[in-house]
């Protein structure tokens, strides 16, 4: 049986291969059911220690991986070019730019059966889905999407993307002890989509991947392969 292909799509602060990287027990958990690809947001995001993002911390998946510069898929403050999950706007920047950057993945390494996404990263998957399902994007054909440390876009202008729930089928992924994403902002996704799936852990804010875990993942990807 073929593996599954899921895009990953990482968290605020991260890139690609610093992502691969911190996803390395998930990908030995999974090896027999999924294979991974890592893509780049587009937006660079300027070294800095003082706003609230994905902030690294010792526990969780956040922090550049090797030279690359660490990355996001919209600003929140668009004067700072800054992101917190926090943060109330009516206007983000640079989520045109990331849509076409998935489009552009899809186009060159797909197809894909799923996607996964974490934190900012998880967010902006949700966002993709809706554009999925109101068949703005006809490159997108995700058949499940993994929502890990995801939350509900903080931004007036994302709301269109919460209109009604959302049918393709999920994996809502978070952890008690999360800091940088509450797991409550985490429940406030659940409504949008319709049967979600739950995978609640005790720990913080990275991608869980311990044996515990395998089962949830697995009787959740059974459905498509």
Not at 41 to 58: C, F, H, I, M
Not at 121 to 129: D, P, S
């Amino acid at each position: 049986m073929a593996p599954l292909r899921v895009l990953c799509v990482h968290g605020y602060r991260q890139n690609g291969s610093s992502f691969r990287e911190k996803t390395g027990a998930l990908r030995k958990l999974l090896k027999k059911q999924v294979e991974l690809a890592f893509m780049n947001a587009p937006l660079t995001v300027q070294r800095s220690s003082s706003e609230e993002g994905d902030v690294p911390n010792k526990e969780n998946n956040s922090g550049p991986g090797g030279d690359e510069d660490p990355r996001g898929w919209w600003f929140s403050d668009i004067q700072a070019k800054s992101f917190s999950a926090q943060q109330q706007c009516e206007k983000s920047l640079g989520l045109e730019e990331s849509v076409a950057a998935v489009r552009e993945a899809v186009t060159a390494q797909g197809p894909f059966d799923g996607i996964l996404g974490f934190s900012q990263g998880a967010a902006f998957v949700a966002m993709l889905c809706s554009l999925q399902e109101q068949k703005l994007e006809p490159h997108f054909n995700f058949r499940f999407v993994i929502l890990v440390a995801g939350f509900r876009s903080a931004c007036k202008e994302h709301e269109k993307f919460y209109t009604a729930p959302l049918q393709v089928p999920s994996l809502h992924v978070f952890g008690l002890e999360d800091r940088v994403i509450p797991d409550s902002m985490s429940r406030e996704l659940l409504p949008s989509f319709h049967d979600p799936q739950v995978l609640v852990h005790p720990g913080g804010h990275f991608v869980p991947a311990a044996s515990a875990h395998r089962q949830t993942y697995q009787d959740f990807l059974k459905r498509f392969q």
